[in-house]
Nanobody, 121 residues
Framework: QEQFVESGGGLVQPGGSLRLSCEAS????????IGWFRQAPGKEREGVAC????????RYADSVKGRFTISRDNAKSAAYLQMNNLKPEDTAVYSC??????????????WGQGTEVTVSS
């Protein structure tokens, strides 16, 4: 059974850090690019970070550039999002997916259930 499970969310104060994890099972993880997305209440889904399956190159949304780092460990079928200097506007449900652009999501892709991040004092 294919699974894609996020973890690591929680409540953190502004300026704090969190590390989100996304663990895959049941499919060939290393074949896929991995994207992290977030959606805050009342707002549209936003692509936050992406890492390719080929050379591991990365790209980030301007809103998180310099603060967030995406990485992957193909041996563990896992991807990570290190989030530093968190701001209240980073509050959202964060999800990982096997695409870097939501519009590319297709029948052979996977999307996790999400993990909630709240940045508040």
């Amino acid at each position: 059974q294919e699974q894609f499970v996020e973890s690591g969310g929680g409540l953190v104060q502004p300026g704090g850090s969190l590390r989100l994890s996304c663990e895959a099972s049941g499919f060939t993880f290393h074949h896929y690019a991995i994207g992290w997305f977030r959606q805050a209440p009342g707002k549209e889904r936003e692509g936050v970070a992406c890492i390719t399956s080929t050379d591991g190159s990365t790209r980030y949304a301007d809103s998180v550039k310099g603060r967030f780092t995406i990485s992957r460990d193909n041996a563990k079928s896992a991807a990570y999002l290190q989030m530093n200097n968190l701001k209240p506007e980073d509050t959202a449900v964060y999800s990982c997916a096997t695409v870097c652009d939501y519009n590319d999501f297709g029948p052979y892709d996977y999307w996790g259930q999400g993990t909630e991040v709240t940045v508040s004092s």
